[in-house]
Nanobody, 128 residues
Framework: QVRPVESGGDSVQNGGSLTLSCRIFGSPERSSCMAWFRQGPGKEREGVAGIDTRRSQYYSDSVKGRFTISQNDVKETVYREMNHLKPDATGMYYC??????????????????????WGPGTQVTVSS
């Protein structure tokens, strides 16, 4: 079974940076795409970044230009570099793996995820 495990969450000051990692255990399908989600206190889960099988990247408008998603050569680990963090970035960050076909369908899934394999999450706290 595919099992993502996130790490790298921490407490940082406003304007600080963090890099989150998601290690994928098991044997993800070659057609697997990976995405990062966050859920702030009292907020709904939000898809913020993703990478498809061709390493095409997706970013939500709220993080575009400040966050970078990447993947190692064997596609076992997905990184997410976050710069210029603001207090509203506080929350639990989850990594998810899902079978995908096209970039468009993957972006649709990030906007309204169902199914997939999810990690337990890692906490990010940004203080003002």
């Amino acid at each position: 079974q595919v099992r993502p495990v996130e790490s790298g969450g921490d407490s940082v000051q406003n304007g600080g940076s963090l890099t989150l990692s998601c290690r994928i255990f098991g044997s993800p399908e070659r057609s697997s795409c990976m995405a990062w989600f966050r859920q702030g206190p009292g907020k709904e889960r939000e898809g913020v970044a993703g990478i498809d099988t061709r390493r095409s990247q997706y970013y939500s408008d709220s993080v575009k230009g400040r966050f970078t998603i990447s993947q190692n050569d064997v596609k076992e680990t997905v990184y997410r570099e976050m710069n210029h963090l603001k207090p509203d970035a506080t929350g639990m960050y989850y990594c998810a793996v899902v079978a995908c076909t096209t970039y468009g369908s993957f972006v649709e899934w990030v906007s309204n995820p169902s199914g997939g394999n999810w990690g337990p999450g890692t906490q990010v706290t940004v203080s003002s």
